[in-house]
């Protein structure tokens, strides 16, 4: 079974640095998908960025990007220039390449401050 | 607006009780999700379906039930057997993978909220 750990239950930034999140995940698989997800106080879930194992290009979106280690089987998110609210619970999950199974880690609370 | 709507947004269930709760999509996804997200916790899942009346078993998925009779719908039974069923509950649907390509990363729902009184 695929597992998911984000072994940081809690950070903390300050505002306009830099934070990474980190995230490794077990699988026997060479094929799959890995996700952030920001789930705010409102508690929508909200796609942050995706990556596929067959590329080997790290994904970017804007502000945010992530360092994709495939042998290591590690999947860090950085957030550049932090702002207020990039303050949320930030989920790091895999998708299986058949059968669609999405499963989640356990998150990070990400708090900004001013 | 395409999306995902779940509802009720809270429901309060007495011990013994089953309750469904609502989950419909007009994104034309094939496949859809429950999740149970207990405070401060991750999400955990309960039940997948890639297509219709089909479904898999979660992590979770004891004193749980669910039925995929359409596309659109993928409600989630909560039954007396769940001994602890107060919780946030997420559904999400997502594209079909095909051939190893998923099309479409998972979209959320609102999230119901039930207590148990």
């Known amino acids: 079974a695929q597992t998911v750990t984000q072994s940081q239950p809690e950070m903390s930034v300050q505002e306009a640095e830099t934070v990474t999140l980190s995230c490794t995940y077990d699988?026997?698989?060479?094929?799959?998908?890995l996700f952030w997800y920001k789930q705010p106080p409102s508690r929508q879930m909200i796609l942050v960025i995706r990556?596929?194992?067959?590329?080997?290009q790290n994904a970017t979106e804007n502000r945010f990007s992530v360092n994709f280690q495939k042998a290591a089987k590690s999947f860090s998110l950085k957030i550049s220039d932090s702002q207020l609210g990039d303050t949320a619970m930030y989920f790091c999950?895999?998708?299986?390449?058949?059968?669609?199974?999405?499963?989640f880690g356990a998150g990070t609370i990400l708090r900004v401050k001013s | 607006d395409g999306g995902i709507t779940q509802s009720p947004k809270y429901l309060f269930r007495k011990e013994g009780q089953n309750v469904t709760l609502s989950c419909e999509q007009n994104?034309?996804?094939?496949?859809m999700y429950w999740y149970r997200q207990d405070p401060g916790q991750g999400l955990r899942l309960i039940y997948y379906?890639?297509?219709?009346?089909?479904?898999q078993k979660g992590d979770i998925a004891e004193g749980y039930s669910v039925s995929r009779e359409k596309k659109e719908s993928f409600p989630l039974t909560v039954t007396s057997a769940q001994k602890n069923p107060t919780a946030f509950y997420l559904c999400?649907?997502?594209?079909?993978?095909?051939?190893?390509?998923?099309?479409?990363?998972?979209?959320f729902g609102q999230g119901t909220r039930l207590t148990v009184v």
């Open positions: 999400a649907s997502s594209g079909q993978i095909d051939r190893g390509r998923l099309n479409t990363e998972a979209f």
């Open positions: 699988t026997s698989e060479s094929n799959y998908y």
């Open positions: 990556q596929e194992a067959y590329k080997q």
């Open positions: 999950a895999f998708m299986r390449p058949y059968g669609n199974k999405l499963v």
């Open positions: 994104l034309n996804h094939d496949a």
């Open positions: 379906s890639q297509i219709v009346n089909d479904f």
